[in-house]
């Protein structure tokens, strides 16, 4: 038996099944990569695939996306155009997509594909584009439509809002330069003590001192002050964080070394103060590194198109929604959304709510019938008269509802801030028992004593080990499809043992369906028939049989589709139907719920029916399964039935259907309060205020440019299936914190040892701080990789 | 003769003119210094702000004032 290999997209990696095709002795697993690639190779672009391999992403048609000729209205382009001067126009542009080497260069050589573009520059960590262009050869709609056809479509919100994501603060890094240089010049200052001697030059003694001085101070008043303003702003809020011990141990080790260099009883402990900072200084940068340039936040504007058409008598004008007026007529389109709630004036309404209520297929509305703000036409264009303005519709009420969904979650408070509390209490009980004692044994050596204990006890290496952890964890999982808002996301996620999971949209992918049919099975010539009649139809399902039947397309003549029965024509000579029951002569059968059919009659005689259901995504099944095993799974969904193959996936008592967005959010705060740490999986409007409740809320997006409610973590639809691995990458991570702790405690436990005794001088202090930091970190960034490598997830 | 019969003797006996070694050590931290500005002029200038575009920047080769050769048919 054949073994078949799967072979990957030369452009996107992704395996080639069903539409493989090959060029020039390369694969592409569909018509789009294959274009791509046939653009890059005719402009002389061949140097995309060269930087990194398969750097390409799958293009799928999204109908989220606005057209490209609406960026070339006036009332558009001005929203997004920066400045235009001397004929040269500039933009700046979100382009989430771009996350290699390949794509800063193909983006930054956008000339060599089009002329009219005079430059183009990057900024990756913010993944923003920002083109400069002739506009009188290209106007910004067939720009758009451009990055769009390589892959590279920009992201634009409902207010074309610019945002500009949390970078790195540049003060980190002009810090972190004080800190290592005088942390480097100290410690060169520091050698004739390291090596022994003594220096009997008086002068140079003093030299050294007086150097070594100035050196501290910009580390403890410039480089350190972050750790006392964090340190003061726990104190004035009653809490205990991990920057009040550090904040302590810098000021004991200044102090003590002042006193100890200006009374010259010793050469102070300057070298480890400066590293000390430098150290803590790099977790804090790490930190801030692993964060992600998306965007978790969102604001209601980013559901609504940029322009709506209006009628306006004879003719049709672009407006912005907000300008509506009650009693305006406005045009929805195929695919486009309906912005306000309003009456059907002309058409065949058919609604999708899937995004606002969970329901998979499309709603009919006849004329006549009002219409919701919020779902989608999917069909032919039609004609609304607007019912009430923007801000009193349906859409706007079910924002302000999630948003108003109890109260903000109480923050759990991270371990490292727990771990502080009993750490400070533990060192000043031994500072005050060895005072204790050493007032008794000898009073002279209580206050080294002290304040040695103070010095060793800083929690350097404790203090790294969250951030480089979690660091870690975080681009691992980025690196597999979960970007997640910052580090304390890591450690709910570690504590889940409850997951919801939404049904449309998020177990079951947005346009993938499964159909089956019922009845002797067709011959390629009847298949043909079906398909050919399919294609001339408006209705959903009829796209669905067109795309699914491989069949060769026939002519169809009187063809007449009567709306809410079927298409009747005749193709080939034989007079076919697709429709109801009624309409194709069908006898009564019986229906499973989740399921929506489609009759076929030949000659007026029934031939059989097409069943046709969405389908869960590849892998849910298994995934959810595994899930289970580490914590309770649960089924929310707005529709009002469960198909047997996903009903399989979870326990009876689970699932809840015909749920609203407020009993979502009520389930999980049900569960919460019970006691659960609660992860939730979901993906449109009505699962936002579940999202905003649970602990950790996650949002599956198709592409980038798809739009998701506000959530904790960003899953992209291709990895869902990798998420019960994931939360054990997040467990383990924890655990593998909790073993660093043991670790720097067991640093803490030696260096307490000497200062305890009497024992702690400068060049102890100088060997065990950067000692215990360095192991530490090594420990925990080996340990991440490996339990990555364990997980399948290493990349 | 006897400068170096001191050193080869092995004896650390303090010499009186060490002043050199707080001018090398003046020097060479003014220098460090001027070095340090530098770093943070560049970090507050946003220089450090992205890492990744830099090094791809350099891969190409064309500047950008020669119009695009013409595509190949």
Redesign the interface.
């Known amino acids: 038996m054949p073994t078949t290999t799967l072979t990957a997209c030369y452009h996107c990696g992704e395996p080639c099944v069903e539409d493989h095709v090959a060029v020039d002795g390369k694969d592409f697993c569909c018509q789009g990569c294959k274009a791509v690639y046939g653009l890059l190779r005719d402009s002389g672009l061949k140097n995309y695939y060269e930087l990194e391999q398969r750097p390409g992403t799958r293009t799928v048609a999204n109908a989220d996306e606005a057209r490209t000729e609406l960026f070339d209205l006036p009332e558009v382009r001005d929203k997004l155009v920066e400045f235009s001067e001397d004929g040269i126009t500039r933009v700046k542009l979100q382009v989430p997509q771009m996350h290699c080497s390949s794509c800063i260069w193909l983006l930054e050589n956008l000339e060599r594909l089009e002329p009219a573009v005079v430059r183009s520059r990057v900024r990756f960590s913010e993944k923003e584009l920002t083109v400069n262009f002739r506009e009188g050869d290209l106007s910004l709609g067939r720009l758009i439509g451009l990055l769009r056809n390589i892959g590279y479509g920009p992201q634009l919100t409902g207010s074309a809002k610019k945002k500009s994501g949390k970078k790195v603060d540049r003060m980190l890094y002009v810090r972190l330069g004080v800190a290592g240089f005088c942390f480097g010049n100290t410690m060169f200052l520091s050698f004739p003590e390291y090596f022994g001697a003594t220096l009997e030059n008086d002068t140079l003694v003093k030299g050294f001192v007086l150097l070594k001085i100035l050196l501290a101070l910009p580390v403890v008043f410039f480089a350190g002050r972050v750790f006392f303003t964090s340190a003061w702003a726990g104190v004035r809020s009653r809490s205990i964080n991990i920057d009040q011990p550090i904040a302590v141990g810098i000021m004991a080790l200044f102090f003590q070394s002042l006193y100890e260099v200006l009374a010259q009883t010793g050469p102070g402990y300057f070298d480890s103060l400066a590293g000390l900072v430098f150290f803590l200084l790099i977790g804090r940068w790490f930190q801030d590194y692993t964060y992600q340039a998306l965007s978790f936040d969102r604001d209601l504007d980013d559901f609504l198109p940029l322009v709506v058409l209006r009628r306006n008598g004879d003719t049709e004008e672009y407006v912005g929604v907000a300008d509506l007026n009650v009693g305006d007529t406005i045009i929805v389109r195929d695919q486009e959304l309906v912005p306000v709630d309003g009456i059907l004036r002309h058409g065949t309404g058919r609604i999708d709510n899937s995004f606002i209520t969970g329901e998979p297929l499309p709603v009919r509305r006849a004329i006549g019938e009002t219409i919701k703000a919020g779902g989608r036409q999917r069909g032919a264009a039609i004609e609304v008269e607007v019912l009430l303005p923007f801000a009193k519709s349906h859409l706007k009420r079910l924002w302000e509802e999630q948003r108003e969904t109890g109260d903000e979650r109480p923050m759990m408070p991270r371990t490292m801030d727990l771990v502080a509390r009993r750490f400070i209490v533990a060192v000043f009980t031994i500072a005050a028992l060895s005072a204790v004692y050493w007032w008794l044994h000898e009073p002279a050596r209580a206050w080294p004593v002290v304040t040695a204990v103070l010095i060793v006890a800083c929690p350097c290496a404790l203090a790294l080990s969250m951030p480089f952890a979690y660091g870690h964890t975080i681009r691992l999982l980025g690196k597999n499809g979960l970007f997640l808002r910052d580090a304390d996301v890591v450690e709910r996620m570690a504590n889940v043992d409850a997951v919801v999971f939404d049904k449309t949209g998020t177990l079951t992918a947005r346009e993938a369906w499964g159909v089956r049919f019922e009845g002797a099975p067709l011959s390629a010539h009847e298949k043909s028939l079906v398909r050919s009649l399919a294609r001339h139809s408006t209705h959903p399902l009829s796209a669905v049989l067109y795309a699914d039947l491989k069949a060769p397309l026939a002519d169809a003549v009187d063809v007449g589709e009567t709306p809410g029965q079927g298409i009747r024509g005749t193709l080939r000579g034989v007079e076919t139907s697709l429709g109801n029951a009624a309409f194709s002569h069908a006898p009564s059968l019986t229906t499973i719920p989740g399921e929506a059919y489609v009759f076929i009659a030949l000659d007026g005689v029934y031939r059989g029916r097409f069943a046709i259901r969405k389908k869960a995504r590849d892998g849910m099944a298994e995934s959810v399964m595994n899930t289970s095993k580490y914590a309770a799974t649960y089924l929310l969904t707005g529709d009002t039935s469960v198909d047997a193959d996903t009903a399989r996936m979870f326990t009876p008592g689970n699932m809840v259907t015909g749920c609203t967005p407020p009993e979502k959010a009520k389930f999980v705060s049900g569960l919460r309060n019970a006691g659960s740490t609660v992860m939730m999986v979901g993906d449109g409007l009505n699962d936002a205020g579940a999202l905003k409740q649970s602990d950790v809320g996650v949002t599956v997006s198709e592409s980038s440019a798809a739009l998701t409610p506000a959530s904790d973590a960003i899953i992209e639809a291709g990895a869902l299936h990798k998420l019960p691995h994931m939360l054990r990458l997040g467990r383990k991570a924890h655990r593998i914190v909790f073993a660093s702790l043991v670790l720097s405690l067991a640093y803490n436990v030696v260096g307490l040892a000497f200062a305890v005794s009497g024992n702690l001088t400068p060049i102890i202090a100088a060997i065990l701080m950067p000692l215990s930091s360095v192991t530490v970190v090594t420990f925990v960034s080996i340990a991440v990789w490996g339990a990555a490598r364990q997980e399948n997830l290493a990349k | 003769m006897s400068y170096y019969g001191r050193c080869i003797s092995g004896s650390f006996a303090?010499r009186k003119n060490?002043?050199v070694?707080?001018l090398l050590?003046s020097a060479s931290?003014l220098v460090?210094g001027v070095f340090?500005f530098a770093?943070?002029w560049a970090?507050?200038t946003?220089q450090?702000?992205?890492?990744?575009?830099p090094?791809?920047?350099i891969?190409?080769d064309?500047s950008?004032a020669t119009?695009?050769?013409s595509?190949?048919q």
Do not use: C, E
Request: glycine share 4%.
């Open positions: 303090p060490m002043s070694i707080i050590i931290t460090a340090l770093f943070i970090a507050r946003g450090f702000d992205d890492d990744r575009s090094a791809v920047r891969l190409n064309d950008p119009p695009s050769p595509k190949k």
